[in-house]
């Protein structure tokens, strides 16, 4: 159990749709992180964000947008979903500094019809 | 533009062999390494990292080498285990103040009992 928790675990929905994916990172990590894994694809980099500020970005769609709220849960909202966006949705916490170890929850698997 | 490549989809090996995993990173601004490993439905774990100013990492059966003048690393696993089994990616973290993480696509190893 890497305590970081991850909901809901399946989703599944029609296209133009909106969902959100929540994210409660470890006790203590400050950090969030959003990852993508599309099927036979590595995990793809989608943003950051540090207590409650946006840190990184990578090639998240406009369609999608994030926040992390006060008590340092994050959620991702997508929106106007396409059969593309199908794939595994990770997030992940890590502690202010260190060697760069994330800690991922199961993930969220997100299925368009 | 793949930063980071793990040539070998899959790789099968005999248990008590030594398993050996390879990455290609074209970024000099990684300044660490690490491996995940996955498991089916499960989020990606921590196994071993290695920081740029390092040629090798040991950890138990796990040994981790870095070669930054052909950007290549490899993960050596001996002896080699059926619970070894799972999906490995290679993911340096990108430096420069970034922390975010850049996954490789796994290669899934297979050790037969």
């Known amino acids: 159990d890497s305590g970081v928790t991850q909901t809901p675990k399946h989703l599944i929905t029609a296209t133009g749709q909106r969902v959100t994916l929540r994210c409660s990172p470890r006790s203590g990590d400050l950090s969030v992180y959003w990852y993508q894994q599309s099927l036979d694809q590595g995990l793809q980099f989608l943003i950051q964000y540090y207590n409650g500020e946006e840190r990184a970005k990578g090639n998240i769609l406009e369609r999608f947008s994030a926040q992390q709220f006060p008590d340092l849960h994050s959620e991702l909202n997508l929106s106007s979903l396409e059969l593309g966006d199908s794939a595994l949705y990770f997030c992940?916490?890590?502690?202010?500094?260190?060697?760069?170890?994330?800690?991922f929850g199961e993930g969220s698997r997100l299925t368009v019809l | 533009d793949q930063q980071v490549k793990q040539n070998s989809p899959s790789l099968s090996v005999q248990e008590g062999r030594i398993s050996i995993l390879n990455c290609d990173y074209t970024?000099?601004?990684?300044?660490?390494f690490l491996w995940y490993k996955k498991y089916p439905a499960e989020g990606p774990t921590f196994l071993i990292s290695?920081?740029?100013?390092?040629d090798k990492n040991e950890d138990g059966r796990f040994t981790v080498f870095l070669n930054k003048s052909a950007k290549h690393l490899s993960l050596h696993i001996v002896p080699s285990q059926p619970g070894d089994s799972a999906v490995y990616f290679c993911?340096?973290?990108?430096?420069?103040?970034?922390?975010?993480?850049?996954f490789g696509k796994g290669t899934k190893l297979t050790v037969n009992p």
């Open positions: 290695i920081s740029s100013i390092k």
């Open positions: 992940a916490s890590s502690p202010t500094t260190g060697t760069g170890e994330l800690f």
């Open positions: 993911a340096p973290r990108s430096g420069g103040g970034s922390e975010k993480l850049v």
């Open positions: 970024n000099s601004m990684f300044d660490y």
